[in-house]
């Protein structure tokens, strides 16, 4: 007899998976075991009080900081020992809190540092024309300091040189920080722009409402560990998630 067939279609497995990461600095444990997931194509959200470990997961993800333990798959591998530049060039683009635009260097500049691993080099004409189109209002300030434009602009310009190294995984920690609601809306649109390109985002945002409006799913951190995770329209109408998060 031939093997027997299987009766279930295999899904295709995530493109990020974390299981149980654990995380310190130095004596200070800040993650306890973060399990969560995104799948390919999906925007999630992760909101959490101050100091939950939320950029501690992403700078895990990104290499940045090394797990104390637990597993940390990206598109099917194990990535938990991978340093941050081969995780930029396996397609995960780090888009820190604070923005961190180099203020003397121009738009040019910081874009074309984003393209710095060999594969984005190589397209990075055609990318830069590709974020000047998707943000049309760094086209007029390409050769302006970077540290002279607004804060929205600012935020453009991080998004847009996390763009530039052609990433499949985008990870945004707290994009709105600091901005007008009208600018606020703005990088929203731009985010959902960037997921018809068929990028695949995980987002740090403390604007819960407008970060789990336009997210397919999201998890609540606390004290380093996942507290919730369910639909975004689940947690927006949720009633912890309401009076913790909403103040409602
Ligand atoms: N570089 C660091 N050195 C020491 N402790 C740190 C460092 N960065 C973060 N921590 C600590 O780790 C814990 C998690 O911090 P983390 O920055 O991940 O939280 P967060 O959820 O992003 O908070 P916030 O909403 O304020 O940005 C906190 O207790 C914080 O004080
Ligand atoms: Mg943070």
């Known amino acids: 007899m031939s093997a027997t067939p299987s009766t279930t279609v295999p899904s295709a497995p995530p493109l990020l ?10 004596d200070l444990q800040a993650l306890f075991g973060i399990t969560l997931r995104v799948n390919a194509g999906e925007i999630v959200t992760l909101i959490g009080a101050n ?20 597993a940390l798959r990206f598109a099917g591998k194990d990535v938990s020992r991978v340093p941050a530049h081969e995780m930029v060039a396996r397609g995960v683009s780090h888009v820190p809190e604070g923005r961190q635009v180099f203020p003397f260097m121009t738009v040019r500049e910081n874009l ?3 393209a710095y691993t060999p594969r984005a080099r190589g397209h990075m004409k055609q990318s830069l024309e590709e974020q000047l189109t998707l943000f ?5 300030r390409m050769d302006q300091l970077a540290g002279t434009l607004s804060g929205g602009e600012q935020q453009m310009v991080a ?3 996390g ?11 707290e994009p709105s920080l600091g901005l007008a609601p009208k600018v606020v809306d703005e990088v929203f649109e731009k985010i959902q722009e960037v997921r018809r390109k068929g ?3 995980l987002i740090v945002e403390q604007n819960v409402v407008s970060g789990l409006s336009i997210s397919d799913r999201g998890y609540v951190v606390q004290n380093g560990t996942i507290l919730m995770e369910d639909s975004a329209k689940n947690l927006l109408t949720n009633a912890m998630v309401r009076a913790a998060y909403l103040g409602l």
């Open 136 to 140: 049309p209002r760094l086209a007029e």
């Open 112 to 114: 074309s540092l984003g």
């Open 163 to 173: 763009l530039m190294a052609q990433p499949k995984l985008l990870l945004l920690d």
């Open 51 to 70: 100091g939950a470990g939320k950029t501690t997961t992403l700078r895990v993800i990104s290499g940045i900081k090394q797990a104390a333990g637990g």
């Open 17 to 26: 998976e974390l299981e149980n990461i654990t995380a310190s600095y130095g």
């Open 159 to 161: 998004i847009a040189r």
């Open 199 to 201: 990028i695949t985002m």
